[in-house]
């Protein structure tokens, strides 16, 4: 007896979707015996319909036109890898609305407008799976909504993006300056010719959005994301850290309390011996802390055609399981708590800050002496260099960000600090 | 309006029956938000009713008779925490017989009698989830069987038992004999009294099957897995490892080729940057490496009553999605194929070979035309000591195990050779 076959509509065909094309060929047989369902691709949305494809794909499928495949009756389930907010946002909600389950791999369409499109999902009946818009091939989402169902998380810290580490990593290695590690990564193809949307962590806040709101059970947009980027990092920062015990990462950060949901994108120091530390190159980490389980990592490459259609793939064999019993909608928007978002000055954490200052007795207890005026307390603080102008390390035990900006307000005008040089968070919990 | 009530009879209520119990307490407004239903605990089956507890369980719920939960019409599903053969395996056929849907813990259970009950499960339309069998509160079984499921798994590298993990890692930081480790790590609780079952690789080797099959679609059984313990290891071994760039793991290998299945736990040296030889203490880890998702990994805690009732309940969670939606039997049974075991003899691995040689001029000859003879290619051989005795330490390139067990024998014949005091694995695959 043939199976039931779900039919797939795609929006794109570009490197995800290219790799899912082919994926679902190649492995077919092993597709459908997990599924309960054949799957087949019955219509393609494309920019160019003309252009050479890489993988050998039936051009009477191809359409310029993706409200066709929205619309076209035949279609159960839709693939999007088109990316963007508009008009994939409009297509999504419309084959929502005329019952099509989708998928998408989208973290700009799901950190800004998830709420939207998984209410219409809910309200229709049908399936809005994400698996790919956050770590690439790894399986987080759908483990957060199922295989941690059990736990209260109070705790995310990840390495969402890849180009990012990459660059650190090879900064920490081969002592580069940012601007050679990015040229480096920019040669190999992990960072993008205008890498913005990568270095300064606003990729890494659209995922942070995506796993915050499934984690803690309320709905947290990229916007309410404050992030900083990487550029600033020096290799000097690097080898201090090093000397300190500390590893420099650009992670995302989820706090989950009964009051509010605290989340921030940012360089930190992290002890070198943390899980996280040696998490390195283009790979990326999800660190995910609960009441019961403890604490679990998540880790692969966080991009790529093919990593990424493996979780693309993984949500089709849900729906198609789902559609095989009736049961769309199994899962439900996990959004079912509204909390505030902490404001980003009421956040407390360890500092680390690298100044430079005039080399002559009585500096430290002009600089100590501001900390101790704004109540910040000085973990340590260490010359590292002599001469005209000296190079001091200090790092702060927990200190508020509001209190933090005072300080430094307060030390740039200080005539004995000539420059500020550097700012970076630390994280050192431990659970 | 009240939501379906899932209902709920526990076989056991020790370690891990207790930690359910309370988590199913504790979160149960999240649990039951997550789930759609409701769960109630309807009976507990104990040995001794009349004991203390140490979680506050109404004793009204509390049976000395199992059969009284399995056939009791009002318990939807069965919460298998007591462990063993039989008559667990009894109890659980019963359950399934009579439409009862399964969650286990038992790995022992799974790893030989797997087949018999997933296919009672199937017959009936019921679920049988296991997530709780294999490295406690860690996402594996489901991730395999959902987020994986668009990949063909080619391999698994997995640190699966916390306590002789924990004790290799003492071994290597602290240069403990295994003996030392051992009672350090019975002290704190990482090992039984009578530490077999670990040391020797039988738990591992239990929950490779479980994971082998699930990961290649075909049936692994524990008697299917060849193993060695870690009791053999030296401090030296650790030491000339990391000399050489490797840290010493007992790892569980399963291989997946178009023809065979592959699988096995013993010590290896693995390289010292490979993800797994960071993983220290009694945490464990999953290397899962398939054709689309390439390299991803699974870390937390592989043990202890809270995280394995994290999986236990995500099971309980996803059994109550099924009931709601009448969607039970949605994932079935995953091994639809049927693959011979390669004979432990054919697997081809690299060795580390530690002799204890007369030191003399020559000796290197006789050793070497050996393994010339034998046609086993030698990567490195180097003296670590002299004296009147010589340690050597050698790497061989991949060899046949029934090769390397010609060339020892040979070496133990050798009037140079005194003895050969160790002989390890290499695992340095990069793919």
Redesign the interface.
Same mark, same amino acid.
């Not at 909504?145 to 209260?152: G, M, V, Y």
């Not at 095989?324 to 049961?327: G, P």
């Given at each position: 007896m043939g199976k039931q076959v779900v039919r797939l509509g795609f929006l794109g065909l570009g490197t995800v979707g290219s #790799?899912v094309y082919e994926?679902?060929h190649? @492995?077919a047989e092993?597709?459908a015996?997990?599924? /309960?369902v054949d799957f087949q691709v019955r219509r393609i949305a494309v920019a160019h319909p003309e252009k050479p494809r890489p993988v050998p794909v039936d051009r009477d499928l191809l359409t310029g036109n993706a409200w066709e495949v929205v619309e076209d009756p035949e279609v159960d389930v839709i693939v999007e890898v088109m990316g963007g907010i508009e008009p994939t946002r409009s297509y999504l909600l419309k084959a929502i609305e005329s019952g099509k389950s989708v998928v998408t791999a989208n973290k700009q369409l799901m950190a800004n407008r998830g709420r939207e499109l998984l209410d219409a999902a809910e309200a229709r009946g049908v399936d809005l799976y994400f698996?790919g818009s956050v770590g690439g /091939?790894?399986?987080i989402i759908?483990?957060l909504?199922?295989? +941690?169902?059990?736990?209260?998380i109070t705790e995310i810290l990840a390495i969402l993006n890849g180009t990012t580490n990459y660059i650190l990593t090879k900064m920490a290695q081969e002592g580069w300056t940012f601007s050679q590690a990015l040229a480096d990564a920019q040669r190999r193809g992990f960072a993008e010719q205008d890498p913005t949307e990568d270095i300064d962590g606003h990729d890494a806040a659209s995922k942070l959005a995506i796993l915050a709101s499934v984690a803690f @059970?309320t709905r947290v947009t990229a916007s309410d994301v404050p992030r900083e980027g990487i550029a600033k990092i020096s290799p000097r920062d690097i080898a201090y850290a090093q000397e300190l015990g500390y590893t420099i990462k650009l992670l995302a950060i989820g706090r989950n309390t009964d009051d509010h949901v605290e989340v921030r994108v940012h360089p930190v120091l992290i002890p070198s011996h943390h899980?996280l530390a *040696?998490v390195s190159n283009e790979y990326n980490a999800v660190l995910i802390r609960?009441? #019961?389980?403890?604490?679990?990592? !998540? &880790?692969?490459?966080g991009a /790529?055609g +093919?990593?990424t259609?493996?979780?693309?793939?993984?949500d089709?064999?849900?729906i198609g399981? @789902?559609i095989? !019993?009736?049961?769309n909608g199994?899962?439900?928007c *996990?959004c &079912?708590r509204q909390k505030p978002v902490l404001p980003a000055e009421q956040v407390e954490v360890p500092f680390y800050l690298s100044l430079q200052v005039v080399d002559r007795p009585g500096v430290f207890a002009r600089i100590a002496g501001v900390f101790g005026e704004e109540e910040v307390s000085i973990a340590s603080i260490v010359q590292k260099s002599r001469g005209e102008t000296a190079e001091v390390i200090m790092i702060t035990h927990k200190t508020r960000e509001g209190q933090m900006r005072r300080v430094l307000d307060r030390l740039r005008d200080l005539p004995v600090v000539k420059e500020v040089s550097n700012v970076i968070r630390v994280e050192d919990s431990e659970g």
């Open positions: #790799a994926v679902l190649r @492995n092993d597709i015996m997990r599924a /309960g698996e /091939g790894i399986p759908r483990p909504k199922e295989s +941690l169902a059990a736990d209260r @059970n899980p *040696t609960g009441d #019961a389980v403890g604490e679990v990592m !998540f &880790y692969g490459r /790529g +093919l990593p259609a493996s979780a693309v793939i993984s089709i064999v849900d399981r @789902n095989r !019993f009736r049961a199994r899962i439900r *996990t &079912y």
